[in-house]
């Protein structure tokens, strides 16, 4: 089943074009990691599939109502911003607000599944990075969509961080749901995503599972380097090395 | 309800009775009281509903709508330094009161300053809206205030500046020092309306200020409309504001101090904070104007004169804490 649909999205900030003629499905059970250079319009992409900017072209949640939308996809962005000193279990609990209620079984689970329990009624605003990381992905959860969709969740975490980040994802993505994330890291979007998605000079360079993605002639065109790739029992291994000729 | 919120309505309600049983005329609470809702012989009546109920009553709506509208800007902002003031309009509406005494109409009517006030106020809000329309960001909407409040403030000083004589002068700086004292059962209606209409449209907010805790893309992504938020705030604070400085002058402090104080008996939460706040709002009020009559019986201290006295060291303590926090 199609979680997200998108046909021929454009997108054009301050009358120039960041990117046009994307055409994309997100399914159940995958977990898409959307990788590309820096300024190649990952988080537009996200933002105007949302329908939070303006673009051209279709996506299946920007027709939604506001209210169906946040009952159809979770959407956590990349600036972890948290206003004012609530508890972690308050923050966690805002992801009812969509469905207007005080239901606390998906917040506990939430909260046991990205394991706060011992931080739940510390100040949300105290916590380190990756704790605040944390409790704002345990948000997303209670929320209880069928698409999450996150812009780069591992940003600023440490290495063990990152993959039990990861981990939560492929968790979510067995349960059923459908998970877009951009990612800077391509070891890790190689190893834990199902699908990558390469966008670069604004164009959809390639779609497909990681090592058909990853290959040496679409590293070089997208990102304009060289990656040392080898598959190991655990999966591929790709580790940017140097900076194409 | 709240912890909070259980504990501050007993004492406006506290406050609000010793507030009527407060005047020149020697009577005791019990007896103020009975005048005040069974009527009886002797002027003890009228003095209780034409003078003391007014004034009670507006320190209620005036310090209640503060502390809603301060929590409601600092919420949509997510800043704690915002308040009711910031949007220009009180600013606007001092303009308003102060031509009206400049060119003598209030002297010809007595309602003439708070309705000069309040289209002060609607102006405000016209180019508000204007300026920080649907489209706009929140920083415009800042800049747009700032800017208001300071094409107003440089207004105001001019009409000082060019009047005529020193009374005239002497009576715009009493009026904008700010004070219940004197005000009818007429201001309390002139201000109602708005009020009413104010707090109407700050209280549907409450669930969109909680989305925002997590910024403007999170709150947007879990189905709040932005810009009907903004809106509403800015609509709701400037029908509060407006009308409160059209008929009491300006009173500051309370819409920031008081959302300040609150926030941490309601586990920080934007929501909540807007009713404990208008309650905090309301007790600050009462207290403050309680404390004019008490501290200088005869020397008609204004009430926003106090509230700024209070809290401006307590805004000092914040930023002094706020330091030793980022340190």
Known sequence: MSLLSLQDL???????????????????????????????????????????????????????????????????????????????????ALGRLPHGDHAPAPVEAAITKMGLEGLRKRRSTNLSGGEQARALLARALAQETPLLMADEPTAGLDPAHQIATMEVFGALAAEGHGVLLSLHDIGLAARHCTRLVLLAGGRLLADGRPEEVLTDDLLARGFGITAYHAQTPDGPVFQPMHRAR | MTRALALLLPLVLVLAALSLSLGPADVTLPESLRALFLGGDGPLPMVMREIRLPRVLLALMIGGTLGLAGAAMQGYLRNPLAEPGLLGVSASAALGAVLAIQTGLSAAF????????????????????????????????????????????????????????????????????????????????????????????????????????LGEDAAASMGIDLSRLRLRVVLGTACVVGAGTAVAGAIGFVGLVVPHLLRGSVGGRPGPLLWVSAAGGAAMLLAADIAVRVVAPDRDLKLGVLTALVGAPFFLHLVWRSRGERA
């Not at chain 2, 003439?112 to 929140?138: K, M």
């Not at chain 2, 020092?177 to 009413?196: E, I, K, N, Q, T």
């Not at chain 2, 104010?198 to 925002?212: I, S």
């Open chain 1, 10 to 92: 454009a997108v054009t900030l301050r009358g120039r074009e960041v990117f046009s003629g994307i055409t994309l499905n997100i399914h159940a059970q995958e977990v898409v990691g959307l990788i590309g250079p820096n300024g190649a319009g990952k988080t537009s992409l996200m933002r105007a599939a949302l329908g939070l900017i303006p673009s051209g072209g279709k996506s299946s949640l920007a027709g939604l109502t506001p209210q169906q939308r946040a009952k159809a996809v979770a959407w956590m962005p990349q600036a972890r911003e948290i206003a004012w000193p609530v508890r972690v279990e308050d923050l966690v």
């Open chain 2, 110 to 213: 007595a309602m003439a300053l708070p309705l000069s006030a309040l289209a002060g106020a609607v102006v405000a809000v016209l180019i508000l809206v204007v300026l920080a329309g649907p489209r706009a960001e929140t920083l415009t909407l800042i800049l747009a205030g700032v800017a208001l409040s300071a094409v107003a403030g440089a207004l105001t000083q001019l009409v000082l500046n060019l009047s005529p004589n020193p009374f005239a002068a002497s009576e715009i700086v009493f009026w904008m020092m700010g004070s219940l004292a004197d005000r009818s059962v007429l201001h309390v209606w002139l201000a109602l309306p708005f009020m009413a209409l104010g707090v109407l449209l700050l209280a549907g907010v409450g669930r969109g200020l909680d989305a925002l805790t």
